[in-house]
């Protein structure tokens, strides 16, 4: 039986071949020929996602999508989910999860026994799905909660974060006195505007 992996992580900072060696590793267990790796770094409330589409467009009525767990699938709304899912039947494909038991079975089961199995995998792959969706949904309440608690609080909230080196650097010529803000700016290798900031936050004792 022909494999298609799928690794997805949700930022650059996380690495989306992590668990590469480990699916491979799983197929070749289960008897399955890995036929391509597909790859991204973005997030799962996004549908459209490259690599996920190219998967499914090379994979043949049959083939296996497998997975590590439902979650690099999917974090999709309850509508855009249906879709997904649509597509994967349409295609015909047996979707696989590393950390589901139960649907290691559709690797090999046929006949009546495989259609139980795909019925009761349906359904824990929904209820996974949702979970997903769910924890996805109070990840981003949480951040804005402390968001809306920051600004409440009167703090600076967005912008980057302070290059805490650079700041310094340029905290300790603006306090020597012996050059003008544009020779502090060329120092620092800071623009302007952050030598004009810095001596307005060290004035108010930030």
Known sequence: MKAHLYLRASTDDQNAHRAHQMLLDFAQKEGMSVVDVYAENISGTKLERPELFRLLDAAQSGDVLLVESVDRLSRLSQADWET????????GLRLVVVDLPTSHQLVTDKGITGQIMDVINGMLIDLMATMARL?????????????????????????????QEKWSKV?????????TMEEIAKLADVGIATVYRIKKELSEGK
């Open 84 to 91: 997904l899912k649509g597509v994967i039947k349409s295609k």
């Open 135 to 163: 924890d996805q949904e109070k990840r981003v309440e949480r951040i804005k909660q402390g968001l809306a608690d920051k600004r409440a609080k009167g703090e600076k909230v967005g912008g980057k974060g302070r290059n």
């Open 171 to 179: 905290a300790d010529l603006l306090k020597r006195n012996g050059n």
